[in-house]
């Protein structure tokens, strides 16, 4: 009889000392420099409150399965009742994390003791990991804590990032600053109704179209508008090579074809004209 009660505890305890071993937080973009030479990484947590995890053999994999060639199996080592531990990619483990990838954690039987699934909506720009929560659940955090306990902060919005992207750009440039862009000037090109539907209907080339007049203004820091005009004989051509990205509100912005009627601004576009007249 004491021998069966042995063996009892002897399972509890193991049962125990297994479940408290869990993936705690998934840098699938790394964290910035500081963090694993700004790698990918992944931390390991012993929840219990007791008992020493033994990572002898446990084995970490990505969705290409444990058979991989990039598994890798801990080697000797062990985890404090509340210690983490945070593994470095090319230093630890091979395998790169992908935004929609799953890392598994397998105990030394081969069972699954914790698995992490990201969803693939986290941010690019090493600014979020996933963690896990106090409810036990994994989400998306823009407060990476390797190391230490998660704090789970909410990921800005992509519209709100670029905002502040926006003001940065515009502090960087100086785009208010009268002074410094005084002679800054407009460069207003009058096209053929030909030439725009060429420009128009082919936005990836880079055609030599004919224009009617150009003219270039300096506004300044005055309402005064200083403008010259450029003499234009049937022997010039401009080739407009229009680039653009994507703006907040679509609706507000002009569209790629539609940088053609507006001078450029920062605060109403987000459009780069490359001009370049030829006289042939």
Known sequence: MQHVIFLIVLLSSWGISKASLVINEVAYRGSGEDNCNGGDWIELLNTSDEAVVDLTNHVLHDDKGVDDE????LTEDTLAPGEYLVLCRKVDFDFGIGSDDTVTLLDPTGIPISVVVLPGIGADDATETYALTDGG???????????????????????DKL?????????????????????VVNIDITIPEESLSTIQDHPAWETWVSFDGLSISNIGSTTKMASSSVAVGSALRVNLRIRSQPVLDSETYPSTSDCLYHSWE??????????????T
């Open 163 to 183: 905002k502040v992207q926006n003001e940065l750009g515009k502090s960087f440039f100086r785009v208010d600053d009268d002074e410094t862009f005084g002679k």
């Open 137 to 159: 659940e994994y989400q998306y955090t823009a407060t990476p804590t390797p190391g230490e306990a998660n704090v789970i902060t909410e990921p800005a919005k992509l519209e």
């Open 266 to 279: 920062w605060k109403t576009s987000i459009c780069a004209i490359i001009l370049v007249i030829c006289r």
């Open 70 to 73: 990039d598994a890798k199996t």
